[in-house]
């Protein structure tokens, strides 16, 4: 394994290769693929990624429709998340009201200086008490108030956070391309959140509806009878988790589900 910073393909014409495969991926699992492949020239090992489009104020909105990424087990994501237990990291808080990179040793400065409330340490307690890596998280811009992405990427053990926190400034371009690219080609594609992939037929009459279609229009459009077409717009919303076919319309755009290219 290299130690971090010293990547034999971290030069600028492969950092751009991959940002260009990235740009050109057609898949979410490539985006993830070519981004984990490329951190790990640079020594981080271990790459969480999360992305809501249904933030409220601190709040991700619902975990059934956040995108959630991991080189960890499935299993120990999934209990991370539920646990809810992060939430309450000052690490949280400062994705929440930052844009760009802030070392994981940060807690620990602003520990020291007494800046953290005392439900934040003890949550930092908590999650400390599974940390044995050194670190970076990583705030994304977003156009939108209801989108929010975040990355952590963890370093092989035995790198001290010291160590990291020396290497990381000279390396923080390149690194910060692939994840601002990964992020931003991940965040315009169909998230496959867990509740609510849509049927290609559901998909299909919500798009006539965000254009205008009346029940009629539909029918003529498509062949089918007016009570087959509320029933698939009925499971739309079953699996959107909303109760009016406006507010399908809405979460589905919100999830990039509409209006995509078939081949993605």
């Known amino acids: 394994m290299r130690p971090v910073g010293q990547a034999d393909e971290g030069d600028p014409g492969h950092v751009l290769e991959q940002v260009n495969r990235i740009a ?4 979410i699992e490539t985006v993830w693929e070519l981004l984990v492949s490329g951190l790990a020239a640079y020594g981080f090992v271990r790459v969480n990624y ?4 249904g933030r409220v104020g601190s709040s991700i909105g619902d975990p059934q429709d956040v995108l959630f990424l991991s080189t960890h ?8 998340h539920v646990s809810g237990l992060y939430r309450g990291t000052p690490e949280y808080r400062w994705v929440l009201e930052n844009v760009g990179w802030v070392s994981w040793g940060w807690v620990q400065e602003q520990r020291a200086l007494g800046k953290l409330s005392a439900d934040e340490c003890r949550a930092m307690d908590a ?8 670190g970076v998280s990583i705030s994304f811009a977003e156009s939108s108030h209801r989108t ?5 990427l963890a370093a092989e ?10 290497r990381f400034p ?6 910060m391309a692939l994840c601002n690219m990964g992020h931003f080609k991940m965040s315009q594609m169909p998230l496959p959140v867990l509740r609510s992939k849509l049927a290609e037929r559901q998909r299909e009459l919500l798009e006539w509806v965000a254009d205008g279609k009346t029940m009629q229009d539909i029918g003529v459009l498509t062949g089918l009878s007016v009570s087959a077409i509320e029933k698939h717009l009925r499971r739309a919303r079953e699996a959107l988790g909303v109760e009016t076919t406006a507010q399908a319309v809405a979460k589905a755009a919100f999830l990039n589900q509409m209006f995509v290219s078939r081949g993605i």
Do not use: N
């Open 127 to 134: 999650v400390q008490a599974e940390r044995r890596r050194a």
């Open 24 to 27: 050109e991926a057609t898949s």
């Open 50 to 53: 999360g992305l809501t489009r």
């Open 148 to 152: 929010k992405g975040a990355m952590g």
């Open 157 to 166: 053990r035995g790198v001290l956070q010291s160590d990291l926190d020396q």
């Open 73 to 80: 087990s499935l299993d120990r994501v999934r209990d991370h």
């Open 170 to 175: 000279a390396m923080s371009a390149p690194v």
